[in-house]
């Protein structure tokens, strides 16, 4: 046993090489000694749970001799025992069955009186030598009851049992198979039926005790039973079907204590251990599932069905450990929820082959736990390597909840279909981070705050955007903001508080109900927003209004990006961090930052604080926020930007053709740029000038100045006039003795001034000049630059030439090149368009994960909707690919680990294309009838066939003798009579031949 140990240690999770290992040692030969040992000592096992046996029913036949059995232990066999050693376990059940009838209790009564009776009994029982109450050990004895464990055969048994698992860990089906038959040894061993045979014997199934479980498993050797049941489990899955076939038609019969352990009450276990009564059924439940896996035929289903009656049993069983998990009525390791889950998935799979469990599983009861396990339970469809179609049931773990709505329609919308409709490569690619998002989202629970906060980042979204839209309606209104008071009145008038109430009560209403129109809730809360702003418009005036606005919705953007952080990883939970955490969340960050999207929310928060703190004109450019929102504005700025590089070359074109015109008009035509201007001068009143000389202001620049002389006689004058000012007013020489004012200055100047202004400039000089004209002038003119060149007479030598050159231009770069940039911003418009629309088709009419469209399901008994909503929901995939990530590797079916090894080597064959069970079920349902319509007619006309051969036969036999009797008298009546005879003795021969 310490070889078997040491092998144990080195099989440790299914280690692959140490079982290749071995599979390589047992296949070279000489190991048929080993697997006779191992049966040898099963069998051992198997008597001495037989002599257990004996002992229990001999002493539930004497329970008065109790002294004398605590004196002298019972013997670990009998005659009845050793009547049924060799022989077959139905043959050993039916004696031993016998030979217990008179003692044990009766099938009719209820496992839990039986169990009862036999605890009082015992309870009762005490040393009658000492006087002071029997050891456990000491009442078990005296009661017949024996601990098996104790027993050295069944003591090895454990690790002899996990031994064997450990071999078949993570579903090798070499050794799968050879445990069951040796292909090369001269004797084989069924390892397989004897470890099934085993548990027939342990829990009593021999002794005819499958009803009264309690009597035979009890809280020592659960352990044992467990272990029995997991290698049974491992034995079959993968899926092994010849395992599967072998343990489900196995002569004891041993699957029906399978399905007693599963179905049945254990008592006493269940009131004392309920946690290993618990452990005991999960593992019952799940080898049942084992043997189950990736089978198609309704044989072993129909038998489970069978024997679980009444159906509502399973039910109960599952109402019993989600009551457990709620009432925290435990006191174990394995969740009763889980074990509740496993009862579930086996109903759900065994409701497809009864009408009465399908009944059951239907029923709307919110308390009974089935509402929980429906939305905790889901299916998926995967392809095996032989390309069948097969369909796994498996709980949804509960990090799936956390998988926020947002990220689901990002990935709906943003992931494109392949060559066959299916989006499963970009849905792949897509996983990784959505589970990365569903770990954080769990984490930021733990911050009851931050998680509202990020929960609802598409809220802040939406009323930022609203918040927006409104200042900027309030700035167009009201700007330039004037100094105007409130109106105070406003504020207490009784209609506006009315409207107010109004709409704060149906605002509580509507969320207190809890109803499900958004439409509804989002129109009072809009409602109730625009009162409010009414009246901060009345009390508070424009420009306060709109920077309580400002700041509400800075507020709001700042909480917004909090949430964009929080969704993405860049917070930290906890006390601890270690340095790979530290790194993974540094690295987050980094990534993070330099990501487009936080760069602009930050400008985003950054125009909002100069809105706020500066202008609020920089409002307006909130207001493109806009083109994020909304799809077909994004098309049209992407109508630009996707085919930008062909734009630019466009233009590039056209800037040289441009170039190109602009050198041919410099040198032919320069005198033709005369392009007309508006005058640059005005006419000044003497006034102007003189106020702007007093005062000291410049002269705009667009006003021409005097004349030098005028100059001249204007200076002479202010010179004058400061002079005077200087010195006392009476000795000021002047007509008034006072300065001079405005008007006299008027009068030593001329009343106005003028100066003639030209009404065109020559815009060719230069050659850059030129370039610049043609660029401006002859794009914005539909014309072309013909339109604004100077107008040349037919008999101008140039006419010609011009002519020439200006329907060149109007061609070359208004008809043609930019037609050319319009034409790639429209085609590109227009196929952006209708991405989008055969996109939103897309997802209405083509299943995300086989890619098959609605017409497949027409005529069909399963609708399109059914099919994406159950057979081929994405997110269930999604909920599958994360069951796989947070599940341990040996813990795998079959299925699991095959779709485990295809998504580690980046394989995607395990998603069904073009094909679903449902359609495949409805092709043969269909084809049935045509089949067997086709064999009748077949077997009708081999039928017709036959009974024409046997009609020709038959005549044909008929004329043969009518032949030989004409032949026989013939030669009656021509042959002497020795000939005759030597005739008649030949024809004896041939009628004997015949």
């Known amino acids: 046993m310490e070889c078997v140990r040491l092998a144990i240690q080195l099989l440790d999770e299914g280690n692959r090489l140490v079982q290749k290992s071995f599979y390589k040692c047992f296949t070279r030969g000489g190991t048929e000694k080993f697997f006779k040992s191992i049966n040898d000592r099963m069998l051992e096992a198997e008597k001495e749970l037989k002599g257990s046996y004996s002992v229990s029913a001999a002493g539930a036949a004497r329970p008065g001799e109790v002294d004398k059995r605590i004196k002298k232990p019972a013997k670990p066999a009998t005659a009845a025992a050793t009547a049924t050693d060799g022989a077959s376990p139905a043959t050993a059940g039916a004696a031993q069955g016998a030979a217990v009838t008179a003692t044990l209790p009766s099938a009719n009564v209820p496992p839990q009186s039986a169990a009862k009776s036999l605890q009082t009994r015992s309870e009762s029982q005490t040393n009658l030598l000492s006087g002071q109450p029997a050891s456990a050990a000491e009442v078990a004895t005296a009661n017949g009851e024996v601990d098996i464990l104790s027993l050295p055969a069944i003591a090895n048994m454990e690790d002899i049992l996990r031994f064997l698992q450990l071999l078949c860990e993570t579903h090798n089906d070499l050794l799968q198979n050879y445990l069951r038959k040796q292909e090369r040894a001269k004797q084989s061993y069924n390892l397989i039926s004897k470890t099934l045979q085993f548990l027939y ?42 395992n599967q076939i072998a343990i489900a038609n196995h002569d004891s019969n041993g699957i029906d204590i399978i399905i007693a352990l599963m179905i049945n009450d254990i008592d006493p276990l269940r009131t004392e251990f309920p946690d290993q009564e618990l452990e005991l059924k999960n593992n019952a439940v799940k080898c049942i599932l084992a043997i189950m896996e990736s089978r198609q035929d309704s044989t072993l289903a129909d038998r489970i069905i069978q024997r679980v009656q009444p159906l509502e049993k399973m039910i109960t069983l599952c109402q019993y450990a989600f009551n457990l998990e709620v009432k925290r009525e435990y006191d174990g390791g394995q969740s009763p929820r889980d074990v509740g889950h496993n009862f579930f998935i086996l109903a759900h799979q065994l409701e497809k082959h009864s009408k009465e469990l399908a009944a059951i599983m239907r029923r709307e009861d919110p308390d009974d736990g089935l509402d929980f396990y429906r939305r905790h339970t889901a299916q998926i469809e995967i392809v095996r390597h032989d390309r069948k179609l097969e369909e796994i049931i498996f709980p949804v ?48 629970k733990d911050n009851a705050k931050l998680y509202f906060v ?29 100094d105007e008071k409130p109106i105070l009145a406003f504020f207490f008038n ?32 809009r409602t109730l927003c625009l009162i409010l702003i009414v009246e901060a418009l009345a009390v508070f005036g424009p420009s306060t209004t ?143 000038t ?88 002859g794009i914005r003119h539909g014309g072309g630059v013909g339109e604004v060149l100077a107008s040349l007479s037919s008999s101008d030598p140039l006419f010609s030439l011009r002519l020439v050159y200006d329907l060149l231009f109007y061609f070359i770069i208004i008809i043609i090149v930019l037609n050319l940039i319009f034409g790639v911003i429209i085609d590109t418009f227009a196929d952006l368009r209708s991405l989008k629309q055969e996109k939103e088709l897309n997802l209405r009419n083509t299943c995300f994960i086989c890619g098959l469209d609605r017409k497949s399901f027409d005529n069909r008994d399963i609708t399109f909707e059914e099919h994406t909503e159950q057979d081929h929901e994405p997110w269930n995939y999604l909920y599958f690919v994360v069951l796989l990530r947070t599940k341990e590797a040996t813990e795998f079916t079959g299925p699991e680990s095959y779709v485990a090894n295809m998504i580690e080597q980046g394989d995607l064959e395990w998603f069904p294309r073009l094909k679903t069970l449902s359609l495949a079920m409805t092709e043969e349902a269909e084809n049935e009838p045509a089949a067997y319509a086709s064999l009748n007619e077949q077997l009708n006309m081999t039928t017709g066939l036959v009974r024409q051969l046997s009609n020709q036969l038959n005549e044909l036999k008929e004329k043969m003798t009518e032949q030989r009797k004409q032949y026989q008298r013939s030669f009656m009546l021509h042959v002497p009579q020795v000939q005759q005879h030597s005739i008649f003795q030949q024809d004896g021969q041939m009628e004997e031949g015949n």
């Not at 709505?405 to 060559?419: A, G, I, L, M, T």
């Not at 849905?427 to 589970?435: D, G, T, V």
């Not at 930050?602 to 004109?617: K, N, S, T």
């Open 201 to 242: 014997y342990v829990c009593g199934g021999a002794a005819g005790g499958m009803g009264l479980l309690g009597l035979y498993v009890n809280e020592r050797n659960v352990p044992l039973v467990v272990q029995c049941l997991n290698t049974l489990t491992e034995y079959c899955q993968g899926p092994c079907h010849e």
């Open 397 to 444: 773990p509960e990090i799936c909840e956390y998988l926020t709505e947002d990220s689901k329609e990002k990935v709906r919308n943003s992931v494109e279909p392949d060559n066959q409709g299916s989006k499963v490569p970009g849905f792949a690619e897509a996983i990784p981070k959505l589970y990365q998002e569903m770990k954080w989202q769990k984490k930021l």
């Open 454 to 482: 990020c929960q609802n980042e598409s809220l802040w979204s939406t009323w930022s955007f609203r918040l927006a839209v409104m200042i900027n309606i309030l700035v167009a209104l009201f700007y330039p903001f004037g």
């Open 494 to 525: 009784l209609p506006s508080w009315m409207l107010t109430t109004i709409a704060v009560v149906m605002m509580i209403v509507t969320v207190w109900v809890g109803t499900k129109h958004s439409l509804a809730r989002g129109g009072i809360s």
């Open 546 to 688: 709109i920077h309580i606005l400002a700041a509400i919705k800075l507020a709001g953007r700042i909480v917004f990006t909090v949430g964009f952080l929080g969704n993405h990883g860049a917070f930290y939970h906890g006390n601890t961090i270690s340095e790979s955490e530290a790194a993974e969340l540094w690295q987050r960050r980094k990534n993070i930052i330099m990501s487009l999207e936080f760069v602009y929310y930050a400008v985003y928060i950054l125009i909002c604080i100069l809105g706020f703190f500066g202008h609020v004109f920089f409002f307006s450019l909130l207001l493109f926020d806009i083109l994020t929102r909304e799809e077909t504005l994004f098309n049209v700025i992407q109508s630009v930007t996707k085919n930008g590089r062909s734009i630019v070359l466009t233009g590039v074109l056209a800037l040289i053709l441009i170039y190109m015109f602009s050198i041919t008009g410099y040198l032919i035509f320069q005198d033709h740029f005369s392009m007309p201007v508006e005058c640059a001068q005005r006419h000044r009143t003497v006034a102007d």
């Open 690 to 777: 003189i106020m702007s000389k007093l005062t000291g202001q410049s002269i705009p620049a667009r006003v021409m100045p005097f004349p030098e002389e005028v100059e001249a006689r204007l200076k002479a004058a202010l010179l004058a006039n400061q002079s005077c000012q200087a010195k006392d007013n009476n000795t000021c020489n002047g007509t008034a003795n006072t300065p001079l004012t405005i008007e006299d200055l008027a009068d030593i100047l001329p009343e106005t001034t003028a100066l003639e202004c030209q009404d065109s400039e020559k815009r060719c000089d230069t050659l850059l000049m030129c370039i610049i004209t043609v660029l401006d002038q």
